[in-house]
């Protein structure tokens, strides 16, 4: 593992991370205390928090938001604009009326397993997997596990085709 990425590009934050053998991370990034494996590519405009895991070989378009607790597997497509989200009942201030810290919510994880291909736009609500070689389609909001193969698309996400496996 290396601590940069194979390529230069300008405008890039990059702490903490931890890169399999040629990584290519475009400008405008922000990418910190996270993992991301060989050959994997993230474009523009493209953040990755702390805690959050991306396979070899995955596409990471531009102006995707990968949070912490979720976790990409190997030949991932991840469209243009994909939401995940890890926080079911977000609240910016607790009972008090001070903003919330680390301890005052409940992280929830995400998992996306290998060859899944998620459309532009979709979002991804937490607690769920999306199963191997499943498709989302785009502007979709997943709410519940994709099995493996399936096609799904909508508000919310359900089967479009039962299988393209
Ligand atoms: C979901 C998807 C794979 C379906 O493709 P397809 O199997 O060729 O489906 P079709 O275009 O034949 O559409 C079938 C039906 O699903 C609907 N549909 C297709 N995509 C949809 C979507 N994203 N959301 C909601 N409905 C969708 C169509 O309107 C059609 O409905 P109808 O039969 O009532 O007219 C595709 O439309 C899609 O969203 N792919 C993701 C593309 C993407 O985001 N790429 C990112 C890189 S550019």
Not at 5 to 23: E, H, K, S
Not at 51 to 66: E, P
Request: proline share 4%; glycine share 16%; hydrophobic share 40%.
């Amino acid at each position: 593992m290396a601590d940069a990425p194979a390529n230069d590009a300008p405008y890039r934050l990059i702490d903490d991370v931890r890169f399999g053998d040629d990584v290519r991370v475009y400008s405008f990034t922000n990418l910190y205390g996270c993992s991301v494996g060989d050959g994997t590519r993230i474009g523009t405009f493209v953040e990755v928090q702390r805690g959050a895991t991306i396979g070899s070989r995955c596409k990471i378009q531009s102006h995707t938001f990968i949070c912490d607790g979720v976790r990409i597997g190997d030949g991932v497509f991840v469209g243009h604009g994909v939401m995940f989200i890890n926080d079911k009942q977000p609240r910016a201030v607790g009972e008090g009326g001070n903003l919330q810290a680390e301890d005052d919510w409940e992280l929830v994880e995400t998992v996306v397993r290998d060859g899944a291909s998620l459309g532009s736009g979709s979002v991804i609500l937490c607690g769920v997997t999306i199963g191997a070689g499943a498709l989302v389609g785009a502007g979709a909001v997943v709410t519940r596990d994709v099995p493996p193969g399936a096609v799904v698309a909508g508000v919310p996400a359900r089967a479009l085709l039962a299988s393209r496996a």
